[in-house]
């Protein structure tokens, strides 16, 4: 089961949001999309007087200067230049990929001054994939829809100029063809099941599905080869980008 406090803790989410944080300008409004649990709508208020804190759900949360707002990403009900800056980070990748223009297009309005977008790497949609035992649908890895290198993430925000790039946290995962094959066969067993996400399809929470003896020997040979591969690239390639936009028209 997802445990949210516990991912917090941990050295690499912790990593994250030390980069993201530093990384963020000082202003008197900002508007957190993805807010969640608001633990980065907490730290944003040693910055900003005054944070919205937004997601599909509304976040729950009573805290000064934090005011919790329910919305999406693809439609912001806010006018034009409304806050200093947009933080989005860990949103973009779940965004349909016909409707992640029309986001960030969003941010660029909702934004006086500056966007923070954070998102995965490169990431290797093929690996940890996940598979719904009620649909059938194959899903990515935590929902992750859209994969993002600089140029293309840089090219999302018309309007906007890229003040500083990092590359952050070093250990992706990874995988290849022979492992791929493996695992489709044998039904994803060994996929992000304990994710927070659900099925991307019909949304049904995921269940790691149940295999024999001759599926657990071929999937240990798609590990193994996984664990070569990760020992060999994967564990020296960053896992995030992070951008600081500034507005420029």
């Avoid at 059938?136 to 829809?145: D, E, I, K, M, S």
């Avoid at 949304?203 to 071929?218: N, S, T, Y």
Wanted: proline share 6%.
């Amino acid at each position: 089961m997802f445990d949210i406090a516990r991912q917090r803790g941990t050295v690499r989410e912790q990593l994250r949001i030390a980069d993201l944080m530093s990384l963020t300008p000082k202003g008197k409004r900002v508007l957190e999309i993805g807010a969640r649990d608001c633990y980065l709508s907490r730290k944003l208020t040693a910055l900003y007087p005054e944070v919205v804190a937004l997601d599909l759900t509304k976040p729950e949360i009573d805290a000064p200067g934090i005011t919790a707002v329910q919305g999406d990403v693809t439609g912001l009900r806010f006018a034009d230049n409304a806050f200093d800056t947009v933080f989005c980070t860990e949103v973009l990748e779940h965004v349909p990929p016909e409707k992640l223009q029309q986001a960030c297009n969003e941010i660029v309005r909702v934004a006086s001054r500056y966007a923070v977008i954070g998102v995965p790497y490169r990431q290797d949609l093929r690996a940890n994939r996940t598979r719904c035992l009620r649909c059938g649908a194959v899903n990515p890895t935590t929902g992750h829809l859209n994969r993002f290198d600089r140029q293309r993430l840089t090219a999302l925000f018309p309007g906007m100029t890229p003040r500083e790039i990092r590359l952050t946290g070093r250990g992706q995962a990874v995988t290849n063809p022979l492992s791929v094959a493996i695992y489709r066969l044998c039904g994803y067993p060994y996929g992000s099941y304990e994710q927070e996400e659900g099925c991307i399809r019909c949304g049904e929470k995921l269940v790691r599905p149940k295999i024999d003896r001759i599926q657990w020997a071929l999937c240990f040979v798609a590990r193994a080869l996984n664990q070569i591969q990760y020992k060999l690239y994967g564990r020296n390639r960053p896992i995030w980008i992070h951008i600081l936009f500034e507005k420029t028209v």
